[in-house]
């Protein structure tokens, strides 16, 4: 008689079941990774909007160089609510805010009669560059614009929208400093 034991024909059922424990975390693991994929894709497609935007007002300024006063704003510009008619506003710096404060709302990014808007709560910030001590610097301006995140992150130090989304760690803000020369013949 042989009272060894016999071979084993197959897997058991404690097995299969730790190797589909094993497949459902790798495969939660890959539905995270490509959650964060999806969130870093967005918000980079979000950064080059805001960059264009920004470089879009700061072209404005510098081909308007005599006027540059005049792009400064006391307040935020607000991409909320319907798109204005730019047409009936004089031209220069009061036409060129209104078409940048368009371009925030998302009025070029259509699709067929679809708006697709443009950055996630944009707010755009025109002001005199300052030194340390709060004094504006002659001929220097901050182009900035601020927009909702969707992963939350150090807060900005610049206060474009500050305090105007859910989280301050969620605010983002991308920023251009124009220096407009002063080509006047030295005395």
């Not at 025109?126 to 601020?146: K, M, N, Q």
Request: with cysteine.
């Amino acid at each position: 008689m042989n009272l060894g034991r016999r071979p084993s024909l197959g897997f058991s059922l404690i097995e299969v079941l730790i190797a589909v424990v094993v497949f459902a975390f790798g495969i939660l693991g890959l539905a995270r990774l490509q959650m964060k994929t999806s969130l870093a894709s967005t918000e980079a497609v979000q950064r080059a909007q805001t960059i264009q935007l920004a470089q879009d007002m700061v072209d404005r300024i510098n081909s308007n160089r005599r006027n540059a006063e005049a792009y400064v704003q006391a307040d935020e510009l607000a991409a909320a609510g319907e798109a204005q008619d730019c047409m009936e506003v004089a031209a220069g710096a009061a036409r060129d805010v209104c078409e940048w404060t368009n371009l925030l709302r998302g009025v070029a990014a259509a699709e067929g009669s679809a708006q697709l808007g443009s950055v996630l709560g944009a707010r755009g910030c025109i002001r005199r560059l300052a030194d340390a001590a709060g004094a504006a610097i002659e001929r220097s301006y901050v182009v900035a614009i601020a927009w909702q995140g969707l992963v939350p992150t150090a807060a900005p130090e610049n206060s474009c929208g500050q305090g105007q989304f859910d989280e301050e760690s969620k605010r983002r803000v991308h920023s251009v400093t124009v220096r407009i020369a002063n080509l006047a013949p030295v005395p």
